[in-house]
C-alpha cells in the first residue's frame, strides 16, 4: 500500500495507472471505525483498485467547533487500510493541500439551508469544496460515502449531478454499535468524545427512530406523532440536547407532514454533536 503525501505524488501515481482500471475513491478524515472499513470492503467488491484519502479538512469546521481536537490516529487508520487491501492512501498536509490565498469554494444552494446546515453554516461549502477538488485530483470512477451523513451524501450526489461529474456516488447504510450497552449507536470518529454514560444515554438517536420506524409499518403516517415518539425516546436523558428531530424529503430535505421521507436527528452530549437517520 503506497502513502501518497503531497499533489504531485498522487498526481505521479493516478498518471501511471491504466486509463482502463476503475478507481474506487472513499474519502475520510481519518479515525477509521467499522463504517469506514464496509465503504472500502464495498469500494473493492466494485473496483479495480481502491483510494482512501485522509485529511481533516479545515474549511468544513466553524471556529467553536472541534478542528484542534480531531482524533488523528494516522499509524492505526494505516494499518487498519492495509489489511482491508486499501491500494493507496492520500495523505495531504492542510497548508500543503489549501494555498494560503486559496478563495474558490462551491456551494450547493437550498440543500444546506435545513438540517445540519442550519446549525453548522458554511459546513457543507467546505465539504463540497475539498471533495470536488480530491475528485479532480484522484479522478475515480466511483466515490463511497455512509448514509448516516444523508445530507451531506445528498448535497454531493446533487453538485456531482450539476457539474456533470463523470462520478458515481454510492451511499453506504450506516454501521452500528453491537457492544452491551451501546447497542445500535450509529458508528462515528466523534463517539471517541463520549463519556461511558453519555454513550449510553446516545442509544437513545437509534431507539427512537426506530420506533418511529415501527410505529410507520404499523400504520402511522402523522409526521407530528412520529417525531414526538423520537423525542420522547431521546429526552428521557437528562444528559440530551436535542439540536433537532425532523422528517424531511429526500429530494430537497424540506420538512414533510406525511411520510415517505427521512427521519433525522442531531442531539448534543456534552458538546459532542451526534446526528443519525432512517429512512421510511
Ligand atoms: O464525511 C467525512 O468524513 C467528510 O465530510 C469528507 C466527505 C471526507 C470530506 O472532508
Not at 215 to 226: C, M, S, T, V, Y
Not at 244 to 272: K, Q
Request: with cysteine.
Amino acid at each position: 500500500m503506497l502513502i501518497l503525501r503531497t499533489i504531485p505524488e498522487l498526481r505521479a501515481w493516478r498518471s501511471s495507472l491504466s486509463p482502463s482500471l476503475s478507481l474506487g475513491f472513499v474519502p475520510t478524515m481519518g479515525a477509521l471505525h467499522a463504517g469506514h472499513l464496509k465503504l472500502v470492503e464495498e469500494c473493492r467488491r466494485a473496483c479495480d483498485a481502491v483510494v482512501v484519502s485522509i485529511f481533516v479538512n479545515p474549511l468544513q469546521f466553524g471556529p467553536n467547533e472541534d478542528l484542534a481536537r480531531y482524533p488523528r490516529p494516522f499509524e492505526k487508520d494505516a494499518s487498519l487500510c492495509e489489511a482491508a487491501g486499501v491500494d493507496a492512501i492520500f495523505a495531504p498536509e492542510a497548508d500543503a493541500f489549501y494555498a494560503k490565498d486559496h478563495a474558490t469554494y462551491v456551494d450547493v444552494e437550498g440543500l444546506d439551508r435545513h438540517l445540519c446546515g442550519a446549525a453548522r453554516p458554511g459546513h457543507f461549502r467546505g465539504v463540497c469544496t475539498v471533495v470536488l477538488k480530491l475528485f479532480h485530483l484522484v479522478r475515480p470512477r466511483r466515490a463511497y460515502f455512509g448514509r448516516k451523513d444523508i445530507q451531506q451524501f445528498l448535497i454531493l450526489r446533487k453538485m456531482a449531478a450539476d457539474l456533470a461529474l463523470d462520478i458515481d456516488l454510492i451511499g453506504v447504510d450506516t454501521v452500528r454499535e453491537t457492544a452491551r450497552g451501546a447497542e445500535g449507536l450509529a458508528l462515528s470518529s466523534r463517539n471517541a468524545y463520549l463519556s461511558e454514560e453519555q454513550r449510553g444515554a446516545a442509544t437513545a438517536l437509534y431507539r427512537g427512530l426506530a420506533r418511529a420506524r415501527d410505529a410507520h409499518r404499523a400504520g402511522e403516517r402523522d409526521a407530528g406523532i412520529l417525531k414526538s415518539l423520537i423525542r420522547a425516546e431521546i429526552g428521557a436523558s437528562p444528559l440530551a440536547r436535542v439540536d433537532y428531530v425532523e422528517i424531511v424529503a429526500e429530494s430537497d430535505l424540506r420538512p414533510v407532514e406525511e411520510v415517505p421521507a427521512v427521519m433525522a436527528v442531531a442531539v448534543f452530549y456534552g458538546t459532542t454533536r451526534l446526528i443519525d437517520n432512517v429512512a421510511v
